[in-house]
């Protein structure tokens, strides 16, 4: 640490999408020193490795304005700065063979119309005349969103970053937070691989290893991390563009265009909580052969790489944001359980609006830390 650095009014842990966007929402509220300290590098792990998707379907409210507030944010961005970030307006299909889960898509449909959102609710036939290429006769059906899409992760979050350092933000990458420090039950000061800094807030903003840094503070967060793997075919014209985000909510399936190729992925429900983010052979095999039965001309593609990340998964599938415990100054914005990337823009603003006491408009009571004490609400279900 140096005079400029060992000193901050807030500090933020993390450096992903959600680190970077409430560090940019704070200081354009505030003359305050803003300090993210981040392990690796800016947006390398979980913002970086995402698929960049952003939809509307979900079923909690809370959850479905966070999407359309972060909609909103990037097209006002685009517009202001000139940002070098498209939004891939491709639609998310979400399809189903199971009656239940049939049923829960049209319950969502009908939260989701209450909001304001585009969702159609198509038959087997529908499906089949619209996507030729997808195997449709054992589905009960979809429902299909055009305003969702994607947007490349990893820019969003540079876009931002560079945003952020114009109005003061001070980012120190390869610096790890390794402990917290809190007098009277308050924070104090942050131990990090650089030196002590000295703050009176400190925001948890840290992704996989956000229960990791929340014991720092004698904090048990809810939250455990999960291995994801991707992979990315090399250029593949045998089914015609637009590919809308098409997730086969039974077997956990998904896939979209991804420039000249194809992105796919599948979550295994069996798989046990680590850090690990190696790809797996026998995954690969299973998510060819699963990605054949739903969409057979996907037999014929070529991978090109594959990566793993890691979601950082709660015990209902929502996030906490907002104050952490009782100790003064701590705040955190964590557990996302796959959404970080989507939601990182409209939660930068509303926490950074919580942290500074500012009215918040968006109601984040869904995302109490202390809902955990005795959970009885119902979390979110579109989980993939």
Known sequence: MNARTDTADIVVIGGGILGICTAY?????????????EKDLLAQAATGLCVGGIRQQFSHPANIRLSQETLQILEELRDDWGAAFDFHKIGYLFLTKSPTTWENFLENVQIQHRWGVPVEVLSPQEIHHRWPYLRTDDLLGGT?????????????????????????????????????????????????????????????AAGA????????????????PYRRQVYATTAFDAIPRPIPLVIDQDSLFYFREDGPGILMGKTDAA???????????????????????????LSDAEI??????????????????????????????????GHGFQHGPAVGRALSR?????????????????????LKEIGEKITV
């Open 25 to 37: 929402y704070l200081l354009q509220h505030s003359d305050l020193k803003v300090v993210v300290c």
């Open 144 to 204: 299909f969103c055009a305003d969702d899409g994607y947007v490349d992760p990893y820019e969003v979050a540079m876009a931002f970053s560079r945003a952020a350092r114009k109005q003061g933000a001070v980012f120190l990458e390869k610096t790890e937070v390794l402990d917290i420090e809190l007098k009277s039950d308050r924070v104090h000061a942050v131990i990090t691989t650089q030196g002590r800094l000295a703050t009176p807030v400190v925001i948890n």
């Open 209 to 224: 290893w956000a229960a990791q840094v929340a014991c720092m503070s004698g904090l048990n967060l809810p939250i455990k």
């Open 271 to 297: 798989e046990p909580s680590s850090f690990d983010t190696h790809t797996d052979r026998g995954f690969l095999e299973t998510l060819i052969e699963t990605a054949s039965y739903r969409a057979p001309r």
């Open 304 to 337: 090109l790489r594959g990566w793993g990340g890691l979601y950082a998964i709660t015990p209902d599938e929502n996030p906490i944001i907002g104050t952490l415990s009782d100790h003064q100054g701590l705040y955190g914005a964590v557990g996302f359980s």
């Open 354 to 374: 919580v942290v500074l006491n500012s009215k918040v408009d968006l109601d984040l009571s869904a995302f109490r830390y202390d809902r955990f004490d005795c």
